[in-house]
T-cell receptor, first 112, second 115 residues
């Protein structure tokens, strides 16, 4: 069963705008990660946030984690056409070893 | 995709035939994984390996088997392919630093069609 559910399923914005994607999960976790997938390609790791962290930044990416609500958000600031991709959250459930459980993804389209 | 290759990249086969997909890594990572990706389901773990000859089942392992005789190679076999196994298959690797910080690196995928 899916651990994570992303919202929205699809998002279309103009270049320069910010994009926010949300992820909810069901069980306690060791960490939560975000991955990007360009069309026809494999997934690329973007950022990892540990369960004891609340916010993390990497370049134009900002991730928040609220373990009390079992939710996370990914913010991409000043989006570019090259950010067009699918974005997946993935969790490492507590006691799940190194195994990732993926959500169903958000398709982001950034238009010029 | 650096350091991870999958072969073949595309395959069309018929129901009932065996199929083997290969994942090869040059990173000397301990952990290797096989996922399938289907619309509306995201990625689902099929099997994974935590060392040579050490493998375990994932969420959707029925109808699949794996083998790892060398650190660099992880094979996924569909014993008797069915149309429900039409999917895109991804291999991933990780160095197994631990469940708090471990991240995975993905191959380019294999698109399998079972007619």
């Amino acid at each position: 069963s899916q651990q994570g559910e992303e919202d929205p399923q699809a998002l279309s914005i103009q270049e320069g705008e910010n994009a926010t994607m949300n992820c909810s999960y069901k069980t306690s976790i060791n960490n939560l990660q975000w991955y990007r997938q360009n069309s026809g390609r494999g997934l690329v790791h973007l950022i990892l946030i540990r369960s004891n962290e609340r916010e993390k930044h990497s370049g134009r990416l900002r991730v928040t984690l609220d373990t009390s609500k079992k939710s996370s958000s990914l913010l991409i600031t000043a989006s570019r056409a090259a950010d067009t991709a699918s974005y997946f959250c993935a969790t490492v459930p507590t006691g799940g070893g190194n195994k990732l459980t993926f959500g169903t993804g958000t398709q982001l389209k950034v238009e010029l | 995709d650096a350091g991870i290759t999958q072969s073949p990249r595309h395959k069309v086969t018929e129901t009932g035939t065996p199929v083997t997909l290969r994942c090869h890594q040059t990173e000397n990572h301990r952990y290797m994984y096989w996922y399938r990706q289907d619309p509306g389901h995201g990625l689902r773990l099929i099997h994974y390996s935590y060392g040579v000859k050490d493998t375990d089942k994932g969420e959707v392992s029925d109808g699949y088997s794996v083998s790892r005789s060398k650190t660099e190679d992880f094979l996924l076999t569909l014993e008797s392919a069915t149309s429900s196994q039409t999917s895109v298959y991804f291999c991933a690797i990780s160095d197994g630093r631990g469940p708090v910080t471990d991240t995975q690196y993905f191959g380019p995928g294999t698109r399998l069609t079972v007619l």
